[in-house]
């Protein structure tokens, strides 16, 4: 019986704060405000980003179907060829297939070219060679 009440004057205590906080109104004063200090505005210009070059080249049949096509975003390249399932097998189908990714290109080395011989492979050390005299 003694802690029922010892609770009762603190919920007293506390029902009575709540409901004087309650019908206090706020102040009709409007509240103080600070002057900020004025700044002349510098104009401000905004340039888009260049974007990135983009090089599609696709290659098709003589049906008009896309065969393979070369992306070229940047520094990489790659080449996207659809996915042709074997036989009477339609996309989707346990046979089909899933889909086939893109094949990046990394290295390509240009085997056919002939190099240009410099100066210092040539064994000659004057570039300019005097007219012939006869």
Same mark, same amino acid.
């Given at each position: ?18 409901? !004087?906080?309650?019908? +206090?109104? #706020? *102040?009709?004063?409007?509240? /103080? ?6 700044? =002349? ?9 260049p974007a990135p070059e983009h090089k599609i080249t696709e290659k098709r049949d003589n049906s008009g179907q896309v065969v393979? !096509?070369?992306?070229? +975003?940047? #520094? *990489?390249?790659?080449?996207? /060829? ?6 009477? =097998? ?32 040539d064994g000659s050390t004057d570039t300019t060679a005097p007219p012939a005299v006869k």
């Open positions: 019986m003694t802690r029922t009440s010892t609770l009762w004057p603190a919920l007293l205590l506390t029902l009575s704060a709540h409901t !004087a906080f309650a019908q +206090s109104t #706020p *102040s009709q004063a409007p509240p /103080k405000l600070e002057k900020i200090e004025e700044v =002349a505005d510098d104009p401000i210009t905004v340039t888009a980003k393979e !096509a070369t992306v070229k +975003s940047g #520094p *990489s390249t790659y080449t996207l /060829k659809p996915n042709r399932p074997a036989g009477t =097998a339609l996309p989707g189908d346990a046979m089909g297939g899933a889909n086939r990714g893109p094949q990046w290109t990394v290295m390509e080395f240009d085997i056919g070219k002939k190099k240009k011989k410099t100066t210092e492979e």
